[in-house]
């Protein structure tokens, strides 16, 4: 890997922290050659603190580590996206990232979904809700709507209507959320499940 650590006169490059599971980017500092050697042989993550004038390795003194897994320079030698398993919070004011977000796995518009189905298994009583409708009548109504809809999808993915296929794939994904909800489980569960089996 070459590294051109000249570009800038004080020969330090920007280092950007990403959690290698959740993809959610944690903090930036900055390293030397010293600081990139350090991090490869302890796989700890080790920078140039500029304020310090010295090097330092994240956790140190809170025991907050961040456990080298990858390093990747960027097209113009100049950057470096690490990638790491974080011990506890990452930033020194105690929150999990540099900008005080949450360090928590997003599966994008899913993970809004069950923020949604969320809120409305919390509110059963709003009577224009369809999803608080459904937890109202319980555990068996929910279950029979997730089999209305994979037998639908089944129908449909034999015919060659694509639109209809999708929108019966989607309720069914839906419902199942939903399903999943009803037993205490969240998509993540699922994936979990998934990933200990590929293993």
Known sequence: MEINFNKNRDGLIPAIIQDAATKNVLMLGYMNQEALNATQETKKVTFYSRSKKRLWTKGEESGNFLNLVKIKNDCDNDTLLITVNPVGPTCHKGTDTCWAEENVQDYGFLS?????????????????????????KGINK???????????????????????FLNESADLLFHYL?????????????????KSRHK
């Open 112 to 136: 809004t979904l069950e923020k949604i189905i969320t809120s409305r298994k919390e509110d059963t009583d709003n009577p224009d809700s369809y999803v608080a409708s459904l937890f109202r």
């Open 142 to 164: 929910i279950a029979q709507k997730v089999g209305e809809e994979a037998v639908e999808t089944v129908i449909e993915a034999k015919d060659d209507d694509e639109e209809l």
């Open 178 to 194: 939903i399903l999943l909800q009803a037993k205490g489980y969240k998509l993540e569960n699922i994936i979990n499940m998934l």
